[in-house]
């Protein structure tokens, strides 16, 4: 039963409720992770500000959950405009003080609604779950979805133990002849653009996911250098290290900085391309980028990274390099059926099941 006093409104991330918004978001991550800093009000801003801005890949739409109007529940949800045409990603968290009062039970009929009017037939969404008894998965198996893919979260712990990485860097270069490792940071090198951007659309069919139907994306040039200026809008710094053979990047791993609080760093993707596998490259250019990170950033005092627990050689490599396992985040979906009748209608029928990378839109990192 939905709260009688709650009510749903449209926000814009310029707002005056907007801080609120973000509020409810870094409430929601004290909650459930107390000693992880919570994502800074300037991350969702600049994607706020991204997904309203006409010309990009994604569009998008807030909406906050008032109590006697006080923002005590958030919504975002995210709409690929190059690719997943079906899909909608939908971010939710309510305020820990106002939970069970059917505020995201509200929240997430306000996104069946939106997405439908959109055209949109899938939702997907994340669920963090530092341990067991997580609220998301009970709401979320309360509402019908499907659980599609279940990722170990890893910490590392430093700085490296130096023992550790030095042992992996021989090993891995004695494997990896033949191959250069290059680093940058924030800007893709010219020539090596296109070639990052084949690695990101492979990111979205060759990463593991079970079973899952998964909607390649569609990645060229401008995608890169669009997802490069939202790291920078958002405050964070990217490290990235590369394989080249030939002149050409076939294989990548970044390092996602938030600069207001560096002590806490995202792993992003990491890939090597089918043929170039085998060579310990992505040993290499994690060690490379954490020699980087070191370097550049001392205060830095934890990575995290999610792993499919399939993906036996990026868990293999991560655990050569103390990533320690650190509870789960889980990906769900619900397919709404005939979302135009739903929208007019504003009720949905919850069946199927898909998930896409795309979810990664939200932030979470992989590698
Ligand atoms: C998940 C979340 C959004 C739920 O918000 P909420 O306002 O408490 O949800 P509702 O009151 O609408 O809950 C609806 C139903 O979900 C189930 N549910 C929600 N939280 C639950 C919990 N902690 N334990 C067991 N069941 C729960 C119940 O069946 C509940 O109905 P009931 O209260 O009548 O028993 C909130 O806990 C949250 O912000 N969690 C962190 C972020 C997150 O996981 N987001 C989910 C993305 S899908």
């Known amino acids: 039963m939905t709260d009688p006093s709650c009510r749903v409104v449209e926000l814009a991330p310029d707002d005056d409720l907007f801080p609120s918004w973000c509020e409810v978001w ?29 010309g990009g890949s994604r569009d998008g739409t807030h909406r906050a959950a008032l109590v006697d109007g006080a923002v005590a529940g958030a919504l975002r949800l995210l709409l690929p405009l190059r690719d997943n045409p079906s899909l909608a990603m939908v971010d939710l968290a309510v305020h820990p003080a106002a939970r069970r009062r059917g505020l995201g039970s509200a929240l997430l009929a306000e996104a069946r609604a939106i997405a439908a009017t959109h055209g949109r037939s899938l939702l997907v969404s994340e669920v963090d779950e ?33 023992h550790r990485l030095a042992a992996l860097e021989a090993g891995a270069a004695a494997a990896g002849a033949g ?17 990052r951007a084949l690695l990101e659309r492979r990111m979205t069919t060759d990463a593991p996911y079970g079973d899952l139907p998964v909607g ?20 964070r710094t990217v490290l990235s290290a590369g394989a080249v053979t030939g002149g050409r990047l076939v294989g990548f791993t970044d390092l996602q900085i938030p600069l207001a609080q560096p002590e806490f760093v995202h792993q992003g993707g990491t890939l090597v391309l089918r043929a170039h596998r085998g060579h310990r490259l992505g040993a290499r250019m994690k060690a490379a980028v954490l020699r ?11 990575i995290s990274t999610y792993n499919s627990d399939g993906n036996t050689p990026m868990v293999a490599v991560n655990e050569e390099l103390g990533f320690r396992p650190a509870g789960a985040l889980s990906s769900w979906s619900a397919r709404l059926r ?18 896409s990378r795309a979810a990664r839109a939200s932030g979470a990192g992989c590698g």
């Not at 390649?216 to 405050?235: F, P, V």
């Open 130 to 162: 530092p341990g067991p008894g997580a609220p998301g998965r009970a709401f979320a198996e309360r509402h019908g979805w499907s659980c599609d893919l279940v990722e170990t979260r890893r910490e590392l712990a430093l700085p490296v133990d130096e």
């Open 26 to 54: 870094a409430a929601a991550g004290r909650d459930a992770r107390p000693a992880t800093p919570p994502r800074p009000a300037q991350e969702h801003v600049a994607l706020g500000r991204e997904l309203m801005a006409q």
């Open 292 to 302: 980087e990170l070191a370097a550049g950033f001392p205060e830095v005092r934890r």
């Open 216 to 235: 390649e994306e569609e990645w060229d040039g401008d995608r890169i250098r669009e997802y490069e200026q939202t790291h920078l809008a958002r405050g």
């Open 338 to 355: 005939d979302p135009l009748a739903v929208g007019r209608l504003g009720m949905v029928e919850v069946a199927g099941v898909l998930h």
């Open 179 to 195: 191959y250069e490792i290059v680093t940058w940071r924030d800007r893709t090198p010219d020539p090596l653009l296109a070639d």
